[in-house]
């Protein structure tokens, strides 16, 4: 299972064992909610890990934007030796970063986690053994993050997948059996543990099946790359600081409400991790091979393309989702030590994220295809602008409107804001690309998205109290047939009818056999 793959196969066998993976790390979920609820102790074990995300993002952000498209470069226009050579300055590079960040949090960890949170003193002081742990998990993340997204370069689509299953499965077993004796400080160890067996498992990945040479480094001194990173450092630091301000407000609105938002995030972008992700990290690496031929032609019909399908599978999710999402909450987590009140909160943030889903869309495969092309420094400026737009409206709303105006404000830049700069981007310098059927093509679905919602909706209230697994079905049944029967009317889906009529075909033959 652990080698380089084709392309179609990659999305394919990646996709499905992705699907796989991520359930069971929402599984994980449900447990820590199952046994420990929603209160401050959760609340500070979701805080380190968004912590730990929050530092290792702003760092690992060039791995897929800028290292990987480099050492692709060098691969087909120099040598092997001269691409993990390069890569390897960074392997380096990021260890001696993780080494310095986790022994200030273990030097400090109290100060060191009250630079990013409300959080009373005293409450850190009391989970001082749970901050230890996360300081490690920055160092391994750090390293790991990017060790994935090299092998992912080599088309080992799925090793990084069965990189987390793994991680996820330390974590179910140290909470299931140590739950009891050592709380969430056991689930915390099982991710460490977890994160330090991937780091090997990496690393043997790259030695048996690359060859690779991991004393082959030297000091990396191109300019233009160092320019890259710089660039992609300034486009990413209004991102920080929008998440920087999110954990900051989040930690001082009570107790059970970080945790609230975490677990409707995670359920909500299951869709995102399952499909959208996935599929946008193959496809990435097909926009560097047409970037490098420079095929824009190309590159314009794989775009809308991809564009129709991720549209057609994430807009219906996200209705089900936001019409159902009282259900869709209390099936997830009301059992064990998650009480009522924790479920309202819960679904209130999973009605708006919900609602974010399908602008996901856009901003992944919008991302991927700048970097491709490497065309860093107008994008940057533009997202620099953008996202500096969407943190400020976002301090504003949250100071003013609490949660809710932290949702208003990501759905006005996710919607608005960062479309309209990547509309912007691509019409300046890659003509090729069709905005005008980009732009037509999501107004027709967003038109047959709020039609399909009322009608949905108000048949959905009608259901009255019947079994929510049987509403949820009935729902999705309303929600889809309908959305893809309009939209199979309005828009060209020949490529679309193609692949399904290919999958199908596949599937049939497999029975025969």
Not at 164 to 193: A, D, K, P, R
Not at 298 to 309: F, K, P
Not at 419 to 447: E, G, Q, R
Request: one cysteine or more; proline letters at 2%; hydrophobic letters at 55%.
């Amino acid at each position: 299972m652990i080698k380089s793959e084709s392309y179609k196969k990659g999305v394919v066998i990646s996709t499905f064992l992705n699907v796989f993976t991520k359930g069971i790390g929402f599984l994980n979920t449900l447990i820590i909610a199952f046994y420990f609820g929603a209160n401050t102790g959760t609340d500070i074990y979701f805080y380190i890990l968004a912590v730990a995300a929050l530092i290792t993002s702003t760092i690992n952000g060039i791995d897929y934007l800028v290292l990987v498209p480099q050492s692709m470069k060098l691969r087909q226009q120099k040598s092997e030796q001269e691409a993990q050579t390069f890569i390897n300055f960074f392997i380096y590079t990021y260890i001696a970063i993780g080494l310095l960040l986790a022994l200030a949090g273990t030097a400090a960890p109290v100060f060191f986690y009250t630079l990013f949170s409300k959080y009373d003193v005293n409450l850190l002081n009391h989970n001082h053994s749970l901050l230890y742990l996360g300081s490690l998990i920055i160092l391994f993340q750090l390293i790991n993050n990017l060790l994935s997204a090299v092998l992912t370069s080599y088309k080992f689509f799925t090793a990084s997948i069965i990189s987390g299953l793994i991680n996820s499965v330390f974590s179910i077993l140290f909470t299931v059996f140590f739950h009891s004796q050592l709380g969430l400080l056991g689930t915390m160890l099982g991710i460490v543990i977890g994160y330090a067996v991937n780091f090997l498992m990496l690393l043997y990945i790259l030695k048996r099946y690359q060859k690779w040479n991991f004393l082959a480094v030297k000091l990396m001194r191109d300019k233009l790359v160092w320019k890259n990173i710089g660039l992609m450092q300034v486009n990413i630091l209004p991102v920080w600081l929008r998440n920087y301000f999110t954990i900051f407000f989040l930690t001082g609105m009570g107790a059970g409400v970080i945790t609230a938002v975490n677990l409707a995030q995670m359920l909500a972008a299951l869709p995102e991790i399952f499909i959208l992700t996935q599929v946008a990290s193959v496809v990435g690496i097909k926009f560097s091979e047409l970037a490098a031929k420079n095929d824009t032609e190309q590159t314009n019909i794989l775009l809308i393309n991809i564009l129709r399908t991720l549209f057609l599978i994430i807009i219906p999710i996200a209705l089900v989702m936001a019409i159902a999402n009282k259900e869709v909450i209390a099936l997830a987590f009301q059992r064990g030590s998650f009480s009522t009140n924790s479920i309202t909160i819960t679904a209130f943030c999973f009605f708006y994220f919900s609602l974010l889903l399908p602008a996901k869309v856009f901003d992944v495969l919008f991302t991927r295809l700048f970097t491709s092309f490497q065309l860093y420094g107008i994008s940057t400026l533009f997202a620099v602008i953008a996202h500096t737009i969407i943190t400020t409206v976002l301090y504003f709303l949250t100071t003013h409107f609490q949660l809710q105006g932290y949702f208003i404000a990501l759905l006005i830049g996710y919607y608005l804001i960062l479309p309209l700069t990547s509309f912007i981007i691509i019409n300046y310098k890659i003509a090729t690309v069709k905005i005008a059927v980009i732009i037509t093509d999501t107004i027709l679905l967003i038109i047959i998205a709020a039609i399909v919602y009322l009608l949905a909706n108000y048949l959905f209230g009608l259901l009255g109290a019947i079994n929510a697994i049987i509403k949820i079905i009935i729902l999705t049944f309303v929600v889809f047939v309908p959305f893809i029967v309009i939209a199979n009317w309005l828009l060209d889906l020949k490529y679309q009818r193609q692949l399904v009529t290919s999958f199908l075909n596949k599937i049939f033959n497999l029975n025969l056999v």
